[in-house]
Nanobody, 122 residues
């Protein structure tokens, strides 16, 4: 039984900042890549940022230079620091983790959080 719980979403004005957190818990053996996806109304879900267990990261072109992704492996937690927010960043943000459980090792698969809403508006 694995859970990914997101927090930190809310309403913020354009140009503001927000930090999202996602904590993984349960029967976890190891976590490989963790990432953040978002889905705006009427649009397809897209990758925002991802980070490997070794700390390598990648970002969508639309957020490069504004967002930062990090993780605390001891806490099984990934963070998304969002700066210089724009109205176009408004979306439901989902946490994703490619992880291996004790029961299914060595096989890993993707797990998803329920999402946290980010609204950028004046």
């Amino acid at each position: 039984q694995v859970q990914l719980v997101e927090s930190g979403g809310g309403l913020v004005q354009p140009g503001g900042s927000l930090r999202l957190s996602c904590a993984a818990s349960g029967n976890i053996f190891s976590i490989n890549t963790m990432g953040w996806y978002r889905q705006a109304p009427g649009k397809q879900r897209e990758l925002v940022a991802a980070i490997t267990s070794g700390g390598n990261s990648n970002f969508a072109d639309s957020v490069k230079g504004r967002f930062t992704i990090s993780r605390d492996n001891a806490k099984n937690t990934v963070y998304l620091q969002m700066n210089s927010l724009k109205p176009e960043d408004t979306a439901l943000y989902y946490c994703n983790a490619d992880l291996v459980t004790w029961e299914t090792r060595p096989y890993g698969r993707d797990y998803w959080g329920k999402g946290t809403l980010v609204t950028v508006s004046s």
